[in-house]
Antibody, heavy 115, light 107 residues
Framework: EVQLVESGGGSVQPGGSLRLSCAAS????????MNWVRQAPGKGLEWVSYISSSSSTIYYADSVKGRFTISRDNAKNSLYLQMNSLRVEDTAVYYC????????WGQGTLVTVSS | SYVLTQPPSVSMAPGQTARITCGGN??????VHWYQQKPGQAPVLVVYDDSDRPSGIPERFSGSNSGNTATLTISRVEAGDEADYYCQVWDSSDHVVFGGGTKLTVL
């Protein structure tokens, strides 16, 4: 069974940093691209970042470019999102999703940026 | 940047057919994917590549895409189909784009 489990969310002040993790199991992680997608409270889905299976290709949404860094460790079956210079508008549930289209999603981890 | 436009809400009685549209400039030239999201839950892929269904998704869910409009069709709507639905594409700038979402209410 495919499982994606996010962790690392929490509360942080504006300007702070957090590192999210997504632990994958039940499939060959190294064969799949991955995405981070977020959802602000009561709002729609917003794509954050993409990483190819080998990490050779990475894309970011304009809203996070230069502040967030996506990475993965295929040996550890894990996906990461390093978030720096956090803003109030980054408050959201962050999901990891498998593949070029999200055929499986984690349950999400909540990030709250507030003073 | 590329924009996908969805109606904010659609309402249907049980047993009827719901059609949720997703408009975008020449969206017919792109592959459209659809997600269902129920309150408090993660999104679930219900249609990919315009019209393909993942395993476990009922045949009542189907998709089409042509011109400037992609459509998710839900036949014989059930109470359990009540959810938010999002369309998604990759744009020419290698960015993922989501529509604003459509809330399906089953009357």
């Amino acid at each position: 069974e495919v499982q994606l489990v996010e962790s690392g969310g929490g509360s942080v002040q504006p300007g702070g940093s957090l590192r999210l993790s997504c632990a994958a199991s039940g499939f060959t992680f190294s064969s799949y691209s991955m995405n981070w997608v977020r959802q602000a409270p009561g709002k729609g889905l917003e794509w954050v970042s993409y990483i190819s299976s080998s990490s050779s290709t990475i894309y970011y949404a304009d809203s996070v470019k230069g502040r967030f860094t996506i990475s993965r460790d295929n040996a550890k079956n894990s996906l990461y999102l390093q978030m720096n210079s956090l803003r109030v508008e980054d408050t959201a549930v962050y999901y990891c999703a498998r593949g070029d289209y999200g055929d499986h999603w984690g349950q999400g981890t909540l990030v709250t940026v507030s003073s | 940047s590329y924009v996908l436009t969805q109606p904010p809400s659609v309402s249907m009685a049980p047993g009827q057919t719901a059609r949720i549209t997703c408009g975008g400039n020449n969206v017919g030239d792109k592959s459209v994917h659809w997600y269902q999201q129920k309150p408090g839950q993660a999104p679930v892929l219900v249609v990919y590549d315009d019209s393909d269904r993942p395993s476990g998704i009922p045949e009542r869910f189907s998709g089409s895409n042509s011109g400037n409009t992609a459509t998710l069709t839900i036949s014989r709507v059930e109470a359990g189909d009540e959810a938010d639905y999002y369309c998604q594409v990759w744009d020419s700038s290698d960015h993922v784009v989501f529509g604003g979402g459509t809330k399906l209410t089953v009357l």
